[in-house]
């Protein structure tokens, strides 16, 4: 699938490994793409029962990455999606818009798969990290995973699915005390607000997530893929994809203004925001 994007397929299961350690398992759009494919692959992929997604170990993922979107991008990356009689687009928002369009698809392709998605969260989930382990149909941590919805910190309104999932996940203020306030949770937080299904000791993650998977991978297909159908639907998903889209377009608007540029900016140089207001 390219450098930073691993797949294979054992035993029925299926395994997609986010591993670009040395940017935090960050999406730049080129990953991103791989992703999308390697998620689209593995739904379609009759050989796999059940679908895990991990990060190299201690990282999840933590989203799009913001280094690449302040030095510009890659120019033969972000014109893959731009027609040739238009010069490469410029612009934060629009680096944000090439990643999340395929990492959105990614999105909306695990929840329309016939088949299980697990998130195997090993390390930190923030971000676009964590709305990609939320829009799974299982969520699994070790003991040293951290999850953060994170946007605030950098300006940004939330996307990747976020704020579709929070308050389904959580409710209404227990989603917006996550938004608004920012918390880093720990992996015995999340299992208690129910955005985790169950934690592990770091040391036994692999095999007991592989466990639970084996154990899909010998259920019944068909069923399963009817049971996800109607839970999805019972949860409201059919309106994902619109969701996804109002999430992009918001986000990629913001993201060309000046709450991004000062959120971006401090993130980087690793010191707290100074958000003008008004």
Not at 18 to 24: G, L, S, T
Not at 74 to 96: I, N, S
Not at 110 to 126: H, L, N
Request: aromatic share 8%.
């Amino acid at each position: 699938m390219g450098p930073h994007i691993r797949t294979r397929v054992d035993a029925g299961i299926g395994h997609i490994t986010i591993d670009r350690a040395e940017r935090f398992n960050s999406l730049d759009v080129a990953t991103a793409q791989d992703l999308r494919k390697a998620g689209l692959a593995m739904a379609r992929d009759e050989h796999a029962r059940v679908v895990v997604l991990w990060g190299r170990p201690g990282i999840f993922c933590s989203g799009a990455d913001l280094k690449y979107i302040r030095a510009g991008g890659d120019r033969h990356d972000l014109g893959y999606l731009t027609p040739e009689a238009r010069p490469t687009p410029e612009g934060a928002g629009e680096r944000f818009k090439q990643i999340l369009e395929y990492l959105h698809s990614t999105i909306a392709e695990i929840r329309r798969a016939p088949k299980p998605f697990i998130a195997a969260v090993d390390g930190v989930a923030a971000a676009g990290g964590f709305g990609l382990a939320m829009c799974c149909d299982l969520v699994y941590a070790s003991d040293r995973a951290t999850f953060e919805w994170a946007y605030g910190k950098t300006g940004l309104t939330g996307a990747e699915s976020s704020t579709f999932m929070l308050p389904r996940l959580l409710g209404f203020h227990r989603a917006m005390e996550l938004v608004l306030l920012n918390p880093r949770l720990d992996a015995r937080r999340a299992v208690d607000l129910g955005l985790v299904n169950r934690m592990f000791s770091a040391g036994a993650f692999e095999p007991e997530v592989l466990a639970v998977a084996a154990q899909l991978a010998e259920g019944p297909p068909r069923a399963w893929h009817v049971a996800k159908t109607l839970i999805s639907g019972a949860a409201g998903m059919d309106r994902l994809d619109s969701h996804l889209d109002r999430e992009l377009e918001q986000l990629t608007r913001i993201a060309d203004g000046a709450e991004f540029a000062e959120g971006l900016n401090s993130f980087l140089e690793k010191r707290a925001p100074r958000f003008a207001g008004g």
